[in-house]
């Protein structure tokens, strides 16, 4: 049975924190759906953009890629058609009151402010201190919350889901992928006496 | 139980909630199916006391599945050690506390400890461990080998002077007995093993029994009632077939119930009849009382160089210098601490649920949040696991407000700390912290410990809540397991414990388990059930 918002809101309680909840649920068909097709299934053209730029926030770019480059916006994208369906209305509260807080902040759209004025932007939201907030149903820092738990996820989960592309993520954290089908670790390998081969092909 | 009860020709019908998971389920290492794979409709009650709310959530991990919590156990196999039996005779009355000697003692056990370790291949070296309870053989297979994480937790604790040893796991570190090597694959408690290296019921002693042709083992069948003969014998167990949601009984003639120590109290409880108004075989008022967890205080911290974590079993080595009970330390009892890849085996879990501990208000997003991913590779931990002491009314009963899925009530537990958990807690925290130090950590952070603020909710070891002793007045079962009140139901998991060791307990129910069983099968014989 799929949860219902007001599921979900209740259960983030109990289990006493949003990300142990979103952690720990199953996405067969999101892994699906990012299988079959890059396309966007849930967002507008517009929402991608700013939950794009959102989550290069979250994970920015430096050295090396961040939530943009590993395309996290397409993981939100597809399990919000499916499994994590019940945050829509989450993002529909949400993504208008990025735009009004950064109207208000700074005189122009979210994805045309600079780095820091993102920031600021969203360490408002963060902080659940908006006076401005324009939903009365999703609280500013529920979403924030949800679009955080989300971007990492998207970045360090499976790429079969959608997001990590290229193995984007795991490269930044140095993880080599879940070797277990792959016939694990040699001894050697587990004392650093031998290079570990990534499930990409790579010999690090 | 069950593969000792059709080796000696009964027939066994096993119950057991959720699905029946093998290898292929456990292929993947996708962090997204963890914990709901095994528990996905696991709900409980939390309370520090009777005067408080509860809190609502799953605070136990556990496993509803054949082979229950060891299909994803990490594979620590300890013997406790013979104070370990008699905390009574050893400390005296604590004010608070309820503490009891076990009816059983080592030198009892040591046979089956012996039995359970080349069962299910516990990989060990006996004599490196100086404080290793005696014992007359070693483990059948040699230890696992380290990961970098290890070797530097163990410099650190040889520079003060302690004295590491290889952890002893049920993993095979070798072929053994139709089973493979273990490959190291890096996330394995929390996982199933893919290869069967891992010593468990679905490993070992199931595909044993199912040789036998006697078993009929019923997945999805969630027992909720065991009724009661008008003899007062155990006669039957209703349950859900959860599959066809049609309910259904079974009629036995001895009942045997290891559902873990909120799952059995809970069954019982559940259980209600004329004669046990209050639950079944809880004469003494004693059914889910007791309630011991461990308290558990981990330290993490991070290395120059890549620790390797992702890689291995969950614990490599081990430390058992700070175990022994010493009241100038402002309390009694210890326990063990070993090298833990929790919860850094996998990224996800180090980037959630480690950041929450590492953070200390730092912002878990922007630049510096990605600076914290980058050490994943880095991180080493040490995790103490130390004695609960028992207390009257730290128990499970029945939720009167939350229900589950299929409308019982849930088990409520009522849980708070003894004055004696946070003494214990500060203490090993301060010399996990300098064993950090003298390993090189970098950075250091402190993802468990036990405080006012930070009491102990649940956990993986479970114990206590039908405890085993003499007296019927002031214990449930017997020294065999044997119910006082109804004489052909049993207990056998860590329910039945009367205190909790500071040790792992798994190795301990299953040596307990061949004993019983031994026994069991002795008085058949005799026509004595």
Request: proline share 8%; charged share 25%.
């Amino acid at each position: 049975m799929p949860l219902t918002r007001r599921d979900f809101v209740a259960r983030s309680a109990f289990y006493g924190s949003t990300f142990w909840l979103l952690w720990n649920v199953p996405r067969p068909l999101a892994f699906r759906a990012a299988q079959e097709s890059g396309q966007r299934l849930v967002l507008t053209e517009d929402e991608w953009k700013l939950v794009e730029a959102i989550t290069g926030r979250i994970i920015p770019t430096d050295h090396e890629p961040g939530a943009i480059e590993a395309n996290c916006v397409n993981f939100i994208d597809k399990v919000l058609a499916y499994e994590d369906a019940y945050l829509k209305p989450t993002y529909y509260g949400g993504l208008p009151g990025v735009e009004a807080v950064s109207e208000e902040r700074f005189g122009r759209p979210f994805v045309e402010l600079g780095a820091e004025e993102q920031d600021a932007v969203l360490a408002v939201l963060e902080s659940g201190d908006v006076p401005s907030w324009p939903s009365a149903q999703v609280a500013p820092e529920e979403f924030f919350e949800a679009v955080r738990v989300h971007t990492i996820i998207g970045f360090l989960a499976d790429p079969s889901y959608g997001g990590n592309r290229e193995y984007a993520g795991w490269k930044v954290v140095g993880y080599p992928g879940p070797r277990h089908a792959l016939g694990g670790y040699s001894p050697e390998q587990m004392i650093g006496e031998q290079n570990i081969r990534t499930i990409w092909g790579e010999e690090v | 139980m069950i593969q000792e009860l059709t080796g000696a020709g009964f027939r066994v019908v096993a119950l057991q909630r959720g699905p029946y998971l093998r290898a292929p389920d456990f292929v993947s290492d996708d962090e997204l199916r963890t914990a709901s794979l095994f528990s996905p409709e696991q709900i409980e009650t939390w309370r520090p006391d009777a005067n408080s709310p509860t809190q609502t959530g799953r605070f136990n991990f556990v496993a509803h599945c054949v082979g229950g919590t060891m299909a994803e156990w990490a594979g620590l196999s300890w013997r406790f050690r013979s104070d370990e039996f008699r905390v009574l005779s050893a400390e005296g009355p604590v004010p608070g506390a309820n503490l009891a000697d076990w009816p059983i003692d080592y030198e009892e056990l040591e046979p089956y400890y012996e039995r359970a370790e080349w069962e299910y291949g516990v990989a060990g070296d006996a004599a490196a461990n100086p404080y290793g309870a005696p014992r007359r053989r070693g483990y059948p297979n040699p230890s696992v080998p380290d990961r970098t994480a290890s070797l530097r937790l163990a410099r650190g604790a040889t520079r003060l002077g302690y004295r590491p040893f290889p952890a002893p796991m049920a993993i095979n570190s070798r072929p053994y007995r139709g089973r493979p090597a273990c490959t190291y694959g890096g996330a394995c408690s929390g996982y199933g093993c893919p290869v069967g290296a891992r010593g468990t019921p679905l490993s070992v002693s199931l595909p044993r029994a199912h040789t036998t042709g006697l078993l009929d083992l019923r997945p999805n069948s969630l027992a909720f009632q065991i009724e009661l003969g008008r003899d007062g014998r155990a006669r039957s167990v209703r349950y859900l077939d959860q599959e066809r949601r049609e309910e259904r009984e079974v009629f036995a003639r001895q009942i045997v119930v290891a559902g873990n120590a909120i799952g059995t109290p809970h069954l019982l409880l559940l259980s209600r009849s004329a004669s046990f108004p209050d639950g079944l075989a809880n004469s003494s008022g004693l059914v889910g009382r007791n309630l011991m967890f461990h308290v558990l205080v981990q330290v993490s911290f991070t290395i120059d160089e890549p620790a390797l974590g992702f890689t291995g079993l969950e614990n490599h080595r081990a430390i058992d210098d700070l175990h022994a009970s010493d009241p100038r330390r402002g309390f009694i009892r210890g326990g063990v601490v070993t090298e833990v890849n929790f919860p850094h085996k996998q990224p996800l879990g180090y980037a959630l649920l480690s950041h929450t501990d590492y953070g200390g208000g730092r912002r878990n997003w922007g630049g510096a949040f990605k600076e914290y991913l980058r050490k994943f590779p880095q991180v080493v931990a040490a995790a103490a696991v130390l004695e609960d002491l028992p207390m009257d009314e730290n128990r499970i009963d029945l939720d009167p407000d939350v229900a589950d899925a299929y409308g019982l009530p849930v088990p409520r537990i009522t849980h708070r700390q003894h004055p004696n958990d946070l003494a214990m807690s500060a203490w090993y925290r301060a010399r996990l912290l300098e064993i950090a130090d003298a390993g090189g950590a970098v950075e250091t952070w402190v993802p468990l410990e036990v405080t006012e603020e930070k009491p102990t909710k649940g956990g993986s070891h479970i114990h206590g809540t039908c405890r085993m002793g003499t007296d019927p007045s002031r214990s449930v079962v017997d020294r065999w397991c044997r119910s006082h009140d109804v004489p052909n139901l049993w207990i056998v998991d860590a329910s039945v414990f009367p205190t909790s060791s500071g040790y792992n307990p798994t190795l301990t129910i299953l040596a307990n388990a061949f004993r019983v069983a031994d026994h069991f099968v002795a008085e058949a014989k005799k026509g004595a059930l």
